[in-house]
Nanobody, 123 residues
Framework: QVQLAESGGGLVRPGGSLRLSCAAS????????IGWFRQAPGKEREAVLC?????????YYVDSVKGRFTISRDGATKKVYLEMNSLKPGDTAIYYC???????????????WGQGTQVTVSS
């Protein structure tokens, strides 16, 4: 069964860092993309960034995270990581990972989703 599971969320102070993990099971990461999305309270879910496993190319969809968020993958452990630095209160959201064939900001391009992990940035 193809599944994704996020972990690593929590409460962090502004300026702090968190590393989220997305663990894949039932498929290999080598042929798919992994996108990270987030949904802030009262807002729609938005694409944040995506990594294409075939090229290791990262596509950013939110300008405000450039220079602060990086995505990486470990094919051996079948995990994708989202490293978040210099966190701001505006980054507070539920973060989801999802997999598909192509990186896209459109959620419909992703076939399998994790359950989400809460990130709260507050003093």
């Amino acid at each position: 069964q193809v599944q994704l599971a996020e972990s690593g969320g929590g409460l962090v102070r502004p300026g702090g860092s968190l590393r989220l993990s997305c663990a894949a099971s039932g498929f290999t990461l080598d042929y798919y993309v992994i996108g990270w999305f987030r949904q802030a309270p009262g807002k729609e879910r938005e694409a944040v960034l995506c990594i294409d496993s075939s090229s290791d190319r990262t596509t950013y969809y939110v300008d405000s995270v450039k220079g602060r968020f990086t995505i990486s993958r470990d094919g051996a452990t079948k995990k994708v990581y989202l490293e978040m630095n210099s966190l701001k209160p505006g980054d507070t959201a539920i973060y989801y990972c999802a997999t598909g064939l192509f990186c896209s900001a459109y959620q419909g391009e992703y076939d399998v989703w994790g359950q989400g992990t809460q990130v709260t940035v507050s003093s």
